[in-house]
């Protein structure tokens, strides 16, 4: 599949509010079509094709900045959510719990699944910020390519290294609070009822955000499938949890962009 296509297929597939926080990729093409079909009187060095190339550079550094804007929000967001669930457990497990103040199973049962489904919902949004970060620097890595490639420029390993420094692309706090969401199931939910708990997840995954989460880590291993080959412009190996889902979906290697 084209990486145009991809990246409408995720844009559609994930949280609406979220689409149209994801990578220009037809303003970019459209934009370096008309600076590699200049005619040669507006190539290198031409004041037009200066500005061509200076929009260009807007568009792409604009891009960072809506990334790094968004993702930060949603990464404070889901600290605070982190602290709430830890919170919320504690309280019913105080209230309710066999040692609580009021101690009722039933109550107990009804306000655990009501937060167990609440994490399954916060475990899927971390897992898609995790695909947003990755499918947009893959974007970005491959516009700048056609751009090199096409106008005879060296802006991509300049621009990859300043990509790697923003804080878009570092997900390894996300990728904690992943495990430590897991983390939180395995220690409050029984061990026995993990088979049945994928299970329900797996039926469950036709609708609401679970639906978006198994869609964006097939899609996570479909982009790191075909080579093992790294470079400077690899994406690094995914560092998520090895639940019994993702184990089953085996998202293992790096992608090259090709």
Known sequence: MKFGKRLKQQVQDTLPEWRDKFLSYKELKKLLRLLSTAPSSLLNGSVGYGKGEAEFMYLLNNEIDKFNGFFMEQEEDFIIRHKEVQQRIKR?????????????????????????????????EMVLLVNYSNINYTGLAKILKKYDKRTGGLLRLPFIQKVLEQPFFTTDLISKLVKECESIIDAV??????????????????????????????????????????????????????????????????????
């Open 92 to 124: 019913v497990v105080d209230l309710w719990g066999p040692n609580g103040t009021q101690a009722s199973e039933e109550d107990y049962k009804d306000e655990m699944e009501k937060i167990r489904k609440a994490i399954v919902d916060f475990h899927g």
């Open 189 to 258: 939910f029984p061990v026995e009822e993990e088979g049945e708990r994928a299970r329900e997840e797996i039926v469950v995954a036709g609708e609401g955000i679970f639906r978006n989460t198994v869609a964006a880590l097939l899609t996570m291993q479909e982009m790191r499938k075909g080579s093992s080959t790294q470079s400077a412009f690899s994406l690094p190996p995914l560092n998520l949890p090895d639940s019994d889902l993702i184990q089953s979906i085996q998202l293992n290697a790096a992608v090259p962009i090709v």
